[in-house]
């Protein structure tokens, strides 16, 4: 089994463009590939790629190489019409030869460069050498006009996308996310700072839910039931689901750990939770030798839902605007109680994670099947053991209880965040994506 | 010729207590007067480093530097200052004037007695002997010392127990034939250690995360020196800060989560030590992107550290002047006292990686002093050192031997800026240089113990750390109020040396088993 190593992945890939060059017909899902490995590696290198902002970027580029795909002799169907405000795609000129594979080269390359042009200076030189080396292997034995129009076309793809991207709410991120200025909601029920990071003072994208949405009508559309009533009552739900919290982190096992660091998915610090799924997605479409519409297909639905989610979960978090495990627990338990993860810096219902996990799950079973049984390798590179699971819904369900083994989320997030990503994953598996 | 003027000017000026409000010094930049002339330039490869190194190379009291160049050769500038006057220095040729050279450091390697340099560069790493009157030649063949081909950023030194010979760690950033995928190529960092009076080959320091700054550093007072790495997370995968056991003979072995290590992970660039709060230990203040962490000992003797760089008002995270307020990006940092107030100070480096547009291109460097609360409050900006060029190294060092301490700083793809401390209502102050009779003459690894009444300052006297930039000369101690002040140096074999008067404003000579020496210009 292959190791999910990105770098070890992109030179593979390179030694397949140099034979498939040969062939005069590299498969231009190679070259998507390429570049959504590269984009791993820069959501994890890029001082704004928060998780909600990497599931845009997802979103953005899964579509623009659907939009791209579908535009060609593929059984992909446009996504316009059916994604808010998406406007159809440039038409190809009748008659006139194309290679998709340099399209595809053109339409990342530049939607990748405007997604991540606030990258440093090594993001930067590794994107300029990577697109001269997939360039140079695209267009070996292809002939010059059919090199310009495919890139011309491929450029003009991407920038429609790019024009739709920049009215959506999120398309600028100041401050890495962390507003200037922001006023907390008073009151014990409400998110305080959960940490000394000066910077982190004021929660992590206030106005994300209510960025313009991809499948999903808008932020509120999948609403989620309320957390349980803020009590500092013993007796209280809220007092039980913060005491389980405690109590499991007393108790925590070996596997429980595992499971909490494995779906940590740390911004800066890894591909982001959008990015695991995305992760899992790749691996299991490269181990099927999923042709180009295949590819795009699940890609895009699953960018999509993932994107939807984080809108519609930010949506929740900011209205419930609940405060975290560790601030209950300090002030109500035990002033010394540290959890075993790092607590995001934004208010906890509902569970991110969770959201998205079950949005992402719901897509993959459409593609793949119910019981699809997998192995995970996403971690391994940061030094995390395979996981193996026997369906996507497994999966989820076990990204939502991490949260609770980290002591970052109460069960009420968590459960309830699983059905709100349910709800919201349904817009994406009911797109028409072929014709 | 040299004006000494300045004591009796110092002792009637008006003394400073560790005061509610403490007092901001002024500095004046006297880069071209001074005839300072050097740029560190580079593109990919110098986005990191561009170091200075602060050393007297010709006996004569005051301080000499080498600024590093990058693409362009590095450029040596002899101090001709008159004391207390402005300052002046010379540009000579030297032999070190190499290009590639990332970082310096000034370290007395064969204990000779005069000042060698170790150079980290793009390719192969230097050592260079001094051979007297600030004249070099390459030692590497000759202490068989191996260069290596790698990007050096950081480095730091230590006298294992019982060597004559010091051990280099040297620290090294991505492979950087790695273009396409640089992430995760951290390469090996290096441990140089002795072998009959030259280096043995290098050991690897595995696992590597890509550090941009080292220190040995006595952190649990046990005699022996940790090896603290601060490590960019930007480029590591499953990296975090470490902490090495360096004990002589035994193979290098990092300190764990048993033995209380937290795992951080940060865009780690600089460290800075001093003991804040005087109980012995050092605190440790991490440049980074955004915030900026200050550490301190948690839980002795375990290695636990708890940041506290938000109670002290360190984060230093965005730019405290000017309109460009996005998140700042920190790299060398130095503990000093500026104000002459008995209280330690911080000077830290601030500059945009390379046009990163989620952080401020006009970051201004940073002098926060400190109050008798122990908090800190940034007055570059009043002070006269807010420098806005893409700053990198630095050193805070007295240029004119007046007792205040000036700064000189290098900036990437810019000139570097030196400033004259021109204060006039400082406190008093001391300054001390260390000397040992045969090994590691200048005492790395002692602490210097200055004390006032009940209150005891500490400095560790250590090699390293910052970001590509290093001192080695008179240690400067702010003294506030005249006091009958006293000091004892802890050798770096654990003797502890008489406690001895001294008289504020004073330069002395510690020699071990011998009384203080007084320092008197020539």
Same mark, same amino acid.
């Given at each position: 089994?292959?190791?999910?190593?990105?770098?070890?992945?992109?030179?593979?890939?390179?030694?397949?463009?140099?034979?498939?060059?040969?062939?005069?017909?590299?498969?231009?899902q190679?070259?998507?590939?390429?570049?959504?490995?590269?984009?791993?590696?820069?959501?994890?290198?890029?001082?704004?790629?928060?998780?909600?902002?990497?599931?845009?970027?997802?979103?953005?580029?899964?579509?623009?190489?659907?939009?791209?795909?579908?535009?060609?002799?593929?059984?992909?169907?446009?996504?316009?019409?059916?994604?808010?405000?998406?406007?159809?795609?440039?038409?190809?000129?009748?008659?006139?030869?194309?290679?998709?594979?340099?399209?595809?080269?053109?339409?990342?390359?530049?939607i990748?460069?405007?997604?991540?042009s606030?990258?440093?200076?090594?993001g930067?030189?590794?994107?300029?050498?990577?697109?001269?080396?997939?360039?140079?292997?695209?267009?070996?034995?292809?002939?010059?006009?059919?090199?310009?129009?495919?890139?011309?076309?491929?450029?003009?793809?991407?920038?429609?996308?790019?024009?739709?991207?920049?009215?959506?709410?999120?398309?600028?991120?100041?401050?890495?996310?962390?507003?200037?200025?922001?006023?907390?909601?008073?009151?014990?029920?409400?998110?305080?700072?959960?940490?000394?990071i000066?910077?982190?003072?004021?929660?992590?994208?206030?106005?994300?839910?209510?960025?313009?949405?991809?499948?999903?009508?808008?932020?509120?559309?999948?609403?989620?039931?309320?957390?349980?009533?803020?009590?500092?009552?013993?007796?209280?739900?809220?007092?039980?689901?913060?005491?389980?919290?405690?109590?499991?982190?007393?108790?925590?096992?070996?596997?429980?750990?595992?499971?909490?660091?494995?779906?940590?998915?740390?911004?800066?610090?890894?591909?982001?939770?959008?990015?695991?799924?995305?992760?899992?997605?790749?691996?299991?479409?490269?181990?099927?030798?999923?042709?180009?519409?295949?590819?795009?297909?699940?890609?895009?639905?699953?960018?999509?839902?993932?994107?939807?989610?984080?809108?519609?979960?930010?949506?929740?978090?900011?209205?419930?605007?609940?405060?975290?495990?560790?601030?209950?627990?300090?002030?109500?338990?035990?002033?010394?109680?540290?959890?075993?993860?790092n607590?995001?810096?934004?208010?906890?219902?509902?569970?991110?994670?969770?959201?998205?996990?079950?949005?992402?799950?719901?897509?993959?079973?459409?593609?793949?099947?119910?019981?699809?049984?997998?192995?995970?390798?996403?971690?391994?590179?940061?030094?995390?053991?395979?996981?193996?699971?026997?369906?996507?819904?497994?999966?989820?369900?076990?990204?939502?209880?991490?949260r609770?083994?980290?002591?970052?989320?109460?069960?009420?997030?968590?459960?309830?965040?699983?059905?709100?990503?349910?709800?919201?994953?349904?817009?994406?598996?009911?797109?028409?994506?072929?014709? | 010729?040299?004006?000494?003027?300045?004591?009796?000017?110092?002792?009637?000026?008006?003394?400073?207590?560790?005061?509610?409000?403490?007092?901001?010094?002024?500095?004046?930049?006297?880069?071209?007067?001074?005839? =300072?002339?050097?740029?560190?330039?580079?593109?990919?490869?110098?986005?990191?480093?561009?170091?200075?190194?602060?050393?007297?190379?010709?006996?004569?009291?005051?301080?000499?530097?080498?600024?590093?160049?990058?693409?362009?050769?590095?450029?040596?500038?002899?101090?001709?200052?008159?004391q207390?006057?402005?300052?002046k220095?010379?540009?000579?040729?030297?032999?070190?004037?190499?290009?590639?050279?990332?970082?310096?450091?000034?370290?007395?390697?064969?204990?000779?007695?005069?000042?060698?340099?170790?150079?980290?560069? =793009?390719?192969?790493?230097?050592?260079?002997?001094?051979?007297?009157?600030?004249?070099?030649?390459?030692?590497?063949?000759?202490?068989?010392?191996?260069?290596?081909?790698?990007?050096?950023?950081?480095?730091?030194?230590?006298?294992?127990?019982?060597?004559?010979?010091?051990?280099?760690? =040297?620290?090294?950033?991505?492979?950087?034939?790695?273009?396409?995928?640089?992430?995760?190529?951290?390469?090996?960092?290096?441990l140089?250690?002795?072998?009959?009076?030259?280096? %043995?080959?290098?050991?690897?320091?595995?696992?590597?995360?890509?550090?941009?700054?080292?220190?040995?550093?006595?952190?649990?007072?046990?005699?022996?020196?940790?090896?603290?790495?601060?490590?960019?997370?930007?480029?590591?995968?499953?990296?975090?800060e470490?902490?090495?056991h =360096?004990?002589?003979?035994?193979?290098?072995?990092?300190?764990?989560?048993?033995?209380?290590w937290?795992?951080?992970?940060?865009?780690?660039?600089?460290?800075?030590?001093?003991d804040?709060?005087?109980?012995?230990?050092?605190e440790?203040?991490?440049?980074?992107?955004?915030?900026?962490?200050l550490?301190?000992?948690?839980?002795?003797?375990?290695?636990?550290?708890?940041?506290?760089?938000?109670?002290?008002?360190?984060?230093?995270?965005?730019?405290?002047?000017?309109?460009?307020?996005?998140?700042?990006?920190?790299?060398?940092?130095?503990?000093?006292?500026?104000?002459?107030?008995?209280?330690?100070?911080?000077?830290?480096?601030?500059?945009?990686?390379?046009?990163?547009?989620?952080?401020?291109?006009?970051?201004?460097?940073?002098?926060?002093?400190?109050?008798?609360?122990?908090?800190?409050?940034?007055?570059?900006?009043?002070?006269?050192? %807010?420098?806005?060029?893409?700053?990198?190294?630095?050193?805070?060092?007295?240029?004119?031997?007046?007792?205040?301490?000036?700064?000189?700083?290098?900036?990437?793809?810019?000139?570097?800026?030196?400033?004259?401390?021109?204060?006039?209502?400082?406190?008093?102050?001391?300054?001390?240089?260390?000397?040992q009779?045969?090994?590691?003459?200048?005492?790395?690894?002692?602490?210097?113990?200055?004390?006032?009444?009940?209150?005891?300052?500490?400095?560790?006297?250590?090699?390293?750390?910052?970001? %590509?930039?290093?001192?080695?000369?008179?240690?400067?101690?702010?003294?506030?109020?005249?006091?009958?002040t006293?000091?004892?140096?802890?050798?770096?074999?654990?003797?502890?040396?008489?406690?001895?008067?001294?008289?504020?404003?004073?330069?002395?000579?510690?020699?071990?088993?011998?009384? %203080?020496?007084l320092?008197?210009?020539?």
């Amino acid at each position: 089994m292959k190791i999910f190593k990105s770098f070890i992945a992109v030179a593979l890939a390179f030694s397949f463009f140099a034979t498939a060059a040969v062939a005069g017909a590299t498969p231009p899902q190679n070259v998507f590939f390429s570049w959504y490995r590269l984009a791993l590696e820069l959501v994890r290198h890029t001082a704004t790629y928060t998780p909600p902002v990497a599931s845009r970027s997802f979103a953005y580029m899964s579509i623009a190489a659907f939009e791209a795909t579908a535009s060609g002799p593929s059984t992909l169907q446009s996504l316009s019409g059916q994604l808010q405000s998406l406007p159809p795609a440039p038409k190809r000129q009748a008659g006139k030869t194309y290679n998709e594979a340099v399209i595809l080269q053109a339409t990342m390359q530049t939607i990748v460069e405007n997604l991540f042009s606030n990258t440093g200076p090594t993001g930067h030189h590794a994107m300029d050498a990577f697109s001269k080396k997939i360039e140079t292997e695209v267009t070996q034995e292809v002939k010059s006009d059919v090199v310009k129009r495919s890139e011309t076309y491929g450029r003009s793809v991407a920038n429609t996308i790019v024009k739709w991207a920049m009215k959506d709410g999120g398309a600028v991120i100041q401050n890495m996310g962390f507003p200037a200025t922001y006023t907390l909601t008073k009151g014990p029920a409400h998110w305080v700072p959960t940490n000394t990071i000066d910077l982190q003072q004021n929660p992590l994208l206030p106005n994300w839910g209510k960025n313009r949405s991809f499948a999903m009508p808008n932020g509120a559309t999948c609403q989620l039931a309320p957390p349980p009533e803020y009590s500092e009552d013993k007796n209280s739900e809220f007092y039980k689901q913060a005491l389980e919290v405690v109590e499991i982190k007393k108790n925590l096992t070996p596997e429980q750990k595992a499971i909490a660091k494995f779906w940590s998915d740390d911004a800066m610090l890894t591909v982001t939770p959008p990015g695991h799924w995305i992760s899992i997605a790749m691996q299991i479409l490269e181990r099927q030798n999923a042709d180009m519409d295949k590819t795009a297909d699940v890609l895009a639905r699953l960018s999509i839902a993932e994107a939807d989610a984080f809108i519609g979960c930010w949506n929740g978090k900011f209205q419930y605007d609940l405060v975290r495990p560790i601030t209950y627990i300090k002030r109500v338990m035990d002033p010394k109680w540290e959890p075993l993860l790092n607590t995001p810096p934004f208010p906890e219902y509902p569970s991110g994670h969770s959201t998205q996990s079950a949005a992402a799950a719901l897509v993959l079973t459409q593609a793949f099947g119910e019981n699809f049984a997998f192995t995970d390798e996403t971690g391994t590179k940061d030094g995390l053991k395979p996981r193996n699971f026997k369906s996507f819904a497994g999966a989820a369900e076990e990204a939502g209880i991490s949260r609770l083994y980290g002591g970052i989320h109460y069960r009420a997030a968590i459960e309830n965040g699983l059905a709100q990503g349910r709800c919201i994953g349904a817009f994406a598996t009911a797109l028409k994506t072929r014709k | 010729m040299r004006n000494f003027i300045l004591a009796s000017l110092l002792l009637s000026s008006a003394a400073v207590a560790a005061e509610p409000t403490p007092t901001i010094p002024t500095f004046a930049e006297e880069t071209k007067t001074a005839g =300072i002339n050097s740029t560190y330039k580079g593109e990919w490869v110098y986005m990191v480093g561009g170091g200075v190194a602060t050393f007297d190379c010709n006996g004569d009291g005051f301080a000499d530097m080498l600024l590093s160049g990058g693409t362009k050769k590095a450029k040596f500038y002899r101090n001709t200052s008159p004391q207390g006057g402005k300052l002046k220095f010379k540009a000579e040729t030297s032999g070190l004037e190499l290009d590639k050279v990332i970082g310096t450091y000034p370290l007395d390697i064969d204990s000779d007695g005069i000042m060698d340099l170790v150079l980290l560069r =793009i390719g192969e790493n230097i050592v260079m002997r001094g051979l007297g009157n600030c004249k070099f030649e390459r030692a590497n063949e000759a202490w068989a010392f191996d260069g290596g081909d790698a990007w050096s950023t950081s480095f730091a030194a230590i006298w294992e127990k019982g060597s004559t010979w010091p051990t280099l760690a =040297i620290g090294n950033y991505i492979d950087r034939a790695q273009e396409i995928s640089p992430w995760g190529s951290c390469t090996d960092n290096w441990l140089h250690r002795p072998a009959n009076k030259k280096f %043995a080959p290098p050991l690897a320091l595995k696992p590597s995360f890509c550090a941009l700054s080292m220190l040995f550093t006595d952190w649990n007072k046990s005699g022996t020196p940790s090896l603290r790495v601060s490590n960019d997370r930007e480029y590591y995968e499953g990296g975090q800060e470490q902490l090495w056991h =360096i004990d002589a003979g035994r193979p290098p072995a990092l300190y764990t989560e048993a033995e209380g290590w937290k795992p951080l992970k940060i865009w780690g660039m600089g460290i800075a030590s001093t003991d804040l709060d005087g109980d012995g230990y050092p605190e440790y203040f991490l440049t980074s992107m955004a915030d900026h962490k200050l550490q301190t000992l948690a839980a002795a003797p375990a290695a636990t550290f708890k940041d506290i760089a938000f109670a002290k008002g360190v984060t230093v995270h965005r730019p405290t002047t000017g309109t460009d307020l996005r998140p700042s990006t920190g790299w060398h940092a130095q503990f000093e006292d500026v104000n002459n107030d008995g209280l330690q100070d911080l000077f830290v480096a601030k500059g945009n990686v390379d046009k990163m547009p989620d952080f401020a291109a006009k970051d201004p460097n940073n002098l926060l002093l400190q109050g008798a609360d122990g908090k800190f409050t940034d007055v570059a900006s009043q002070a006269g050192v %807010a420098s806005t060029f893409t700053s990198r190294g630095a050193a805070v060092v007295d240029f004119n031997n007046d007792g205040l301490l000036d700064l000189v700083v290098v900036n990437r793809n810019d000139k570097a800026q030196l400033w004259r401390n021109t204060s006039t209502n400082l406190g008093h102050w001391l300054q001390l240089k260390l000397q040992q009779p045969t090994v590691n003459r200048d005492g790395i690894g002692s602490w210097i113990e200055v004390k006032q009444g009940d209150k005891i300052m500490r400095r560790e006297i250590t090699s390293g750390g910052g970001h %590509a930039s290093g001192e080695n000369g008179w240690w400067h101690f702010g003294l506030g109020v005249s006091t009958q002040t006293q000091v004892r140096v802890v050798w770096p074999d654990g003797t502890a040396g008489e406690w001895q008067n001294v008289f504020d404003d004073k330069f002395y000579i510690l020699e071990r088993d011998k009384p %203080a020496k007084l320092w008197l210009l020539k």
